[in-house]
């Protein structure tokens, strides 16, 4: 076999390995071809040109996987392929309300028996024990039923 045809082998080899490290790390199967590729082009180095050829290649071979193998494990490239972000949000939990009995708020709408009332900044809906309260009327959390604010009217 002549010389470029084994150049050929270790350069795709080399480049097989290249892209598996680097570019599309854990599809093994680019890295497995240029693993492949370039045991067949030490091996036809060393068949071919005899144990110096080989051994040139075969340590010039390592320092190079070594170096692609550097790269791919530098932070920067593992951090492309994990999962570095971390969700802070939350729902709110009905088991913990935000609003408390004795909190005072002001209706938005008329409450018949359910409406909407402001306490402080927050917007929630509200329902009565079964009267009528008008808008713009003052009202006091009862009870937290469930998921429901019981209300009813400041007097």
């Given amino acids: 076999m002549d010389w470029l045809t084994?150049?050929?082998?270790?350069?795709f080899g080399l480049l097989f390995l290249a892209v598996e490290v680097i570019f599309i790390p854990g599809t093994t199967v680019v890295g497995l071809v240029g693993f492949g590729l370039l045991i067949a082009g030490i091996w036809f180095s060393y068949r071919d040109f005899g144990t110096g050829a080989g051994h040139v290649l075969l340590a010039s071979s390592a320092v190079v996987v070594g170096f692609l193998i550097y790269l791919g494990l530098r932070p920067k490239n593992l951090n492309r392929m994990a999962l570095t972000n971390?969700?802070?949000?939350r729902v709110h939990d009905v088991r913990h309300p935000d609003v408390v009995p004795g909190t005072t708020g002001?209706?938005?709408s008329a409450l018949r028996p359910a409406g909407t009332v402001l306490f402080e900044d927050d917007r929630r809906e509200v329902t009565t024990r079964?009267?009528?309260?008008?808008?713009?009327?003052?009202?006091?959390v009862l009870a937290i039923e469930h998921n429901r604010i019981v209300v009813e009217k400041v007097a």
């Fill in 6 to 11: 084994i150049a050929l082998l270790l350069l």
């Fill in 86 to 89: 971390v969700n802070h949000a």
């Fill in 106 to 108: 002001r209706t938005l």
């Fill in 130 to 140: 079964g009267e009528f309260v008008a808008a713009g009327s003052e009202v006091r």
